[in-house]
C-alpha cells in the first residue's frame, strides 16, 4: 500500500518511526516531507514553499491510506484530512482529542491511540 504520514514540523522524529515502520512492512511513502528543510517563515521562502505544498498535496493523493499524528498546533495536517476527505481517502489519525474537529468523526477516519495501532493494522 502506499502512505502518506503527516505530522507536524518539529515532531519529525515521530512521524520518521512510522514511515521507517511502513516501509520496512513493505508499503510505500508517497512523500516524505520530513526530508526537505523547514521553510517557515513561509512568505520568506516562497518559491521553495510552493514546491513543497505541490509535492505534498501530490503525496496525499497518491496515497491509500493518509495517517496524521495529531497536534495541537498541527495546520497542515489538517489541510491534508481535507484534501484526503475530498478524494475518498481513508485516514487514520494518532489521536487521545476526541474534539479536535468534527472530522475526525467522518466515516474515512479511524481515531487510534499510537503509531504501534497503525503499524500493528498494516503489517
Known amino acids: 500500500m502506499k502512505f502518506f504520514v503527516s505530522g507536524k514540523v518539529?515532531?519529525?522524529?515521530?512521524?520518521k518511526s512510522?514511515?521507517?515502520a511502513l516501509k520496512d512492512a513493505g508499503h510505500e511513502i508517497t512523500f516524505d516531507w520530513?526530508?526537505?528543510e523547514h521553510l517557515s517563515?513561509?512568505?520568506k521562502n516562497g518559491a521553495q514553499s510552493r514546491e513543497a505544498a505541490i509535492s505534498e498535496c501530490c503525496g496525499v493523493k497518491n496515497a491509500d491510506v493518509l495517517v496524521i499524528i495529531a497536534?495541537?498546533?498541527g495546520v497542515g495536517m489538517y489541510v491534508e484530512l481535507g484534501m484526503a476527505l475530498g478524494v475518498g481517502i481513508p485516514v487514520r489519525v494518532v489521536t487521545k482529542d476526541e474534539s479536535r474537529t468534527m472530522f475526525f468523526h467522518h466515516p474515512l477516519v479511524k481515531k487510534v491511540n499510537s503509531i504501534e495501532d497503525v503499524i500493528k493494522e498494516f503489517s
Open 34 to 36: 520530513t526530508s526537505i
Open 71 to 73: 497536534h495541537e498546533k
Open 10 to 15: 518539529g515532531s519529525d522524529n515521530i512521524a
Open 18 to 20: 512510522l514511515m521507517k
Open 41 to 43: 517563515p513561509y512568505d
